[in-house]
């Protein structure tokens, strides 16, 4: 049993300034540690660079026992075994990347007792021996890094991660799981993978990053609204996320003939011409670099004052990922997303094609869902997104809808005009040419189909032809309606449409994205 004779405060903070350095706990740091010392079960939640190795090292010093911390990342363990026996803590690594002396050392340690941190790659569960030797060597904790590797439905999922279960149950010791992905689906899977299904207690702090100003924009000349966002930026660190490959070139070329210094970034590169870009953003102020999701894992620059997205990002946890790479040292920092209907039939058709089971596709839906509620969002972009993440702010102040909140009208009666022209004509036809119904415009496909007898011909003419490619975006990115993939982007009904149709709920929807699409809105096909 855990012995837990003085985890007060006080040792906290003693243990916290003399062993560790820092001054402070931060911000959730000393609920963790004191629920990880006292031996419960715990998940914590918290963003990248949110001190979550505190969280378990400190109660590691505290508790009786070995505590064994699995990662994936052996570059990081290694540094952390660096940084935690410079500061005079026994600890050690087995990973693939040990040398023969360094784990006959590890082994040494143990034997004698003196080790206080096992770092453990998780092929190691794997290997025979392994949880033999952990029974022997009295473990007290186990700490799973990176615990969102156990899901199945993840990007980074580690089968080895699902031995951990197993560990935890045959060693009967407690278990803190830390993690950066919030989403409700990941952390069911934990609570059932990890703790045997059985709630640990759990913790989600940090999220938000007040110093990062927050806004969306309709997509309605993309190029020229980024240039535009980078010119009244010149002479500071940006990044520009794109879709594709190919635009990250193009792209930074139009930013260098605006004047800027611009290079571009993706994963198509060779290893050392991305590594030169990495270097150059290092080190030179003022570059923008046009990317692919491909640039960030390894960006370090707490200066970068400002991320656009091109495109809309695939999801909102990357989203929230992307636009985090922005004012690391705390001065504000911009951000500004561009989205029009392309980039949403774009994301759904790439998640229709996956080759991924039918759950984790509902799952990746719902997380472009939460993103694209973002962008249409009526009020307070932060609180929607913190929302999101299970975090909660007050006030916020700091995003375009607290700048300048948006005009809303009620966009009951044209979404139902719409949805009938969807309905009536079997939900075969994409956008342009409903809207081509709605506006009553004559064309060859519209009297071939004979569309020019239905009832709803002409009930739209209200709106211009942009008008509406602006309501079916909104219609998109609230989910009333999802392109077919089967029928090139033939657009159905979804479910959430049905109470509106029927008269059972009325929709506001934003004025200036019907407003704003006169002469040039994204067209809609
Ligand atoms: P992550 O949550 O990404 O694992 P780390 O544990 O690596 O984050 O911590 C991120 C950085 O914050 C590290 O440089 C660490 O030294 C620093 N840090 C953690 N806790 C504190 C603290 N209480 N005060 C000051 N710096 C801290």
Redesign the pocket.
């Known amino acids: 049993a855990p012995s837990m004779p003085d985890g007060t405060s006080r040792t906290f903070d003693t243990l916290?300034s003399e062993v560790?350095?820092?001054?402070?706990?931060?911000p959730g740091?000393r609920d963790i540690v004191q629920a990880v010392t006292e031996g419960q079960n715990a998940l914590a939640i918290?963003?990248?660079?949110?001190?979550?190795?505190?969280?378990f090292q400190l109660p590691a010093l505290c508790r009786d026992g070995v505590t064994v911390v699995v990662s994936p990342l052996i570059a990081?363990m290694r540094d952390?075994v660096r940084?935690l026996r410079e500061a005079g803590v026994a600890a050690g690594a087995l990973t693939s990347g040990n040398t023969d002396d360094e784990t006959e050392a590890v082994f040494a340690a143990l034997d004698e007792g003196t080790l206080k941190l096992l770092y453990l790659a998780p092929e190691r569960l794997a290997a025979s021996g392994t949880q033999a030797m952990l029974r022997r060597i009295g473990v007290g904790l186990i700490a799973v890094?990176e615990a969102h590797c156990v899901s199945q439905w993840g990007h980074d999922f580690r089968p080895d991660y699902l031995r951990i279960g197993e560990l935890r149950a045959s060693l009967n010791v407690p278990l803190a799981a830390?993690t950066?992905t919030a989403d409700a689906e990941t952390r069911a899977e934990i609570t059932t993978r990890l703790f045997g299904g059985s709630p640990p207690q759990e913790f989600l702090h940090g999220f938000d990053r007040p110093n990062i100003h927050l806004a969306f924009a309709p997509k309605d000349g993309p190029r020229r609204q980024i240039l535009d966002f980078a010119a009244a930026r010149r002479g500071q660190s940006g990044i520009v996320y794109c879709a594709t490959r190919a635009k990250t070139e193009t792209l930074s070329k139009a930013l260098r003939e605006d004047g800027h210094p611009a290079t571009f970034y993706h994963g198509g590169m060779e290893a050392d011409a991305r590594r030169d870009v990495e270097e150059r953003f290092q080190r030179e102020d003022g570059l923008i670099v046009v990317a692919t999701v491909a640039f960030g894992m390894g960006i370090d620059k707490p200066d970068i004052r400002w991320v656009a997205h091109a495109d809309l990002p695939k999801s909102i946890e990357s989203y929230y990922q992307e636009i985090g790479r922005a004012g690391r040292d705390g001065a504000p920092a911009e951000t500004l997303t561009l989205f029009g209907s392309d980039d949403i039939r774009l994301r759904r058709t790439q998640i229709d094609e996956s080759l991924a089971p039918p759950e984790r596709r509902d799952a990746d839906h719902g997380r472009l869902n939460a993103l694209l509620g973002l962008a249409e969002a009526l009020e307070c972009r932060r609180s929607t997104l913190l929302s999101y993440f299970g975090d909660s702010v007050t006030t916020c102040g700091n995003c375009d809808l607290c700048d300048r909140p948006p005009d809303v009208i009620d966009g009951t009666d044209a979404v139902r005009k719409a949805l009938s022209a969807i309905l009536r004509t079997g939900e075969n036809f994409g956008a342009g040419h409903l809207i081509d119904i709605l506006t009553g415009t004559q064309t060859d496909k519209i009297s071939q189909r004979g569309h020019d007898k239905l009832p709803t011909f002409g009930v739209g003419r209200e709106f211009t032809k942009a008008q509406w490619q602006g309501l079916f975006r909104q219609m998109m990115g609230r989910d009333l309606l999802r392109p077919d993939r089967e029928r090139h982007g033939a657009l159905f009904m979804t479910e959430a449409a049905r109470p509106i149709l029927k008269g059972e709920q009325r929709i506001k929807l934003r004025r200036d994205a019907i407003a704003a699409r006169q002469r040039s809105g994204p067209a809609v096909k």
């Not at 918290?46 to 969280?55: A, E």
């Open positions: 916290l560790f350095g820092f001054a402070s706990f931060r740091q918290m963003p990248t660079g949110g001190g979550k190795s505190l969280c990081l952390q940084a890094d830390f950066a």
